[in-house]
């Protein structure tokens, strides 16, 4: 976890503000107890948000995975069954990217004057709908209370995580708070100066 806030601390003087249409409430950000953990969940753009939740995002998800491998092999076999299935995609626009873009939407809004050819969500829905495969065997009973039981199991070691990453971001607040003012805080104060500039000078010519 620790070896992931100095990655995103290594990332953060790179991270410039861009336009960009409102799409909703991140779900993966609002309300994150890995975000008020950490002290980000206030005053920090969006961009900047997620790019450190998807980091401590990964941390559990890796741990988990461990754990699965480990300790429950039915719910272990579904998921590289998954994989699998997942890796014959011809198309797979998701995947590869950075933190900071995991998770994103992978089109920007569509307008409605100027509806798109196509997107890339949709490219990648047509790629998976021609690999249409037979289903799989139905489990019996008793398999589907073992894979239930799995998947609470893991579940619940997930929570876990989530709880310790938390306790363990506290002694990092005050460097990440230290390189929020550094280096987002100005751009962020650059960025509403000019836009202040801009509803003072009408047509965007100076006066």
Not at 100 to 128: N, R, V
Request: aromatic share 6%; proline share 10%; glycine share 4%.
């Amino acid at each position: 976890m620790s070896r992931e806030v100095d990655r995103w601390l290594q990332w953060l003087p790179r991270w410039q503000p861009r336009p960009h249409r409102t799409r909703g409430i991140c779900r993966r950000c609002f309300g994150s107890p890995v975000l008020a953990a950490a002290g980000l969940d206030v005053d920090v753009p969006h961009p900047v948000q997620h790019a450190f939740s998807m980091r401590m995002r990964q941390v559990v998800d890796d741990a988990v995975d461990l754990y699965t491998a480990q300790n429950a092999p039915m719910l272990h076999r579904e998921l590289e069954l998954a994989e699998e299935r997942s890796a014959r995609r011809p198309y797979r626009p998701g995947e590869g990217l950075d933190p900071e873009f995991l998770g994103l939407e992978l089109d920007p809004e569509e307008s409605p004057d100027q509806p798109f050819l196509f997107t890339l969500s949709g490219l990648e829905a047509d790629a998976a709908a021609e690999l249409a495969e037979p289903p799989p065997r139905p489990f019996t009973p008793a398999e589907k209370e073992a894979l239930r039981e799995e998947i609470r199991l893991a579940d619940d070691y997930a929570t876990q995580l989530g709880r310790l990453v938390c306790a363990d971001l506290v002694p990092h607040r005050l460097r990440i708070r230290e390189a929020i003012a550094r280096f987002v805080e100005p751009q962020v104060a650059q960025l509403l100066a000019d836009l202040e500039r801009e509803l003072d000078t009408p047509g965007g010519s100076a006066a």
